[in-house]
T-cell receptor, first 111, second 115 residues
Framework: GQNIDQPTEMTATEGAIVQINCTYQ??????LFWYQQHAGEAPTFLSY????GLEEKGRFSSFLSRSKGYSYLLLKELQMKDSASYLC????????????FGRGTSLIVHP | EAEVAQSPRYKITEKSQAVAFWCDPI?????LYWYRQILGQGPELLVQ????????DSQLPKDRFSAERLKGVDSTLKIQPAELGDSAMYLC?????????????FGQGTRLTVV
């Protein structure tokens, strides 16, 4: 089975930087996704990390350490529209490559 | 821009009734997923198709849920009979297993309320 853990809720101030952590335990690890989901909407793809290290994409960066079973999503220059749930999903083999999601971290950005 | 289409967006049904959801994936995506998302939680996989074949339905409550993708394109998820605990968002997603990231693209979902 898979075990994915991320904080339930975080708050931050507009313009600040926030780091959302995700730890996982799984067999047959292939990669890790981050998705953003606004209330009542579908998840939208942010990033996919396969190799160790940091990948930067505009204001969002994602980091992976395969040996530690750890990832984080870094959001810079926070904007009010960044208030959303951020879902960590593990992509693992085991007959089929199925993204398995964590509970999500609800990020609230204050002015 | 190509997107995953789902209908209906919202559905209210009485318990013990039958309900069905429809999904049309992005053209050319061989992999199709149905997820259920309870408020405040992450999506939970119900069933995965590769073309018309079921790859994984280990989490699908088969006594009341069924899913099909007869021609390997669009898909239907059915619940019969519906129970109060089935109230949730039902998300359909598709992916191209040969794509660069193999990320899943989600539809807008069907919000089911069982009363």
């Amino acid at each position: 089975g898979q075990n994915i853990d991320q904080p339930t809720e975080m708050t931050a101030t507009e313009g600040a930087i926030v780091q959302i952590n995700c730890t996982y335990q799984t067999s047959g690890f292939n990669g890790l996704f981050w998705y953003q989901q606004h209330a009542g909407e579908a998840p939208t793809f942010l990033s996919y990390n396969v190799l160790d290290g940091l990948e930067e994409k505009g204001r969002f960066s994602s980091f992976l350490s395969r040996s530690k079973g750890y990832s984080y999503l870094l959001l810079k220059e926070l904007q009010m529209k960044d208030s959303a749930s951020y879902l960590c999903a593990v992509h693992a083999s085991g007959g089929s490559y199925i993204p398995t999601f964590g509970r999500g971290t609800s990020l609230i950005v204050h002015p | 821009e190509a997107e995953v289409a789902q209908s209906p967006r919202y559905k209210i049904t009485e318990k013990s009734q039958a309900v069905a959801f429809w999904c049309d994936p992005i053209s050319g995506h061989a992999t199709l997923y149905w997820y259920r998302q309870i408020l405040g939680q992450g999506p939970e996989l119900l069933v995965q198709f590769q073309d018309e074949s079921v790859v994984d339905d280990s989490q699908l409550p088969k006594d009341r849920f069924s899913a099909e993708r007869l021609k390997g394109v669009d898909s239907t998820l059915k619940i019969q009979p519906a129970e109060l605990g089935d109230s949730a968002m039902y998300l359909c997603a598709s992916s191209d297993p040969l794509g660069l990231n193999t990320e899943a693209f989600f539809g807008q979902g069907t919000r089911l309320t069982v009363v």
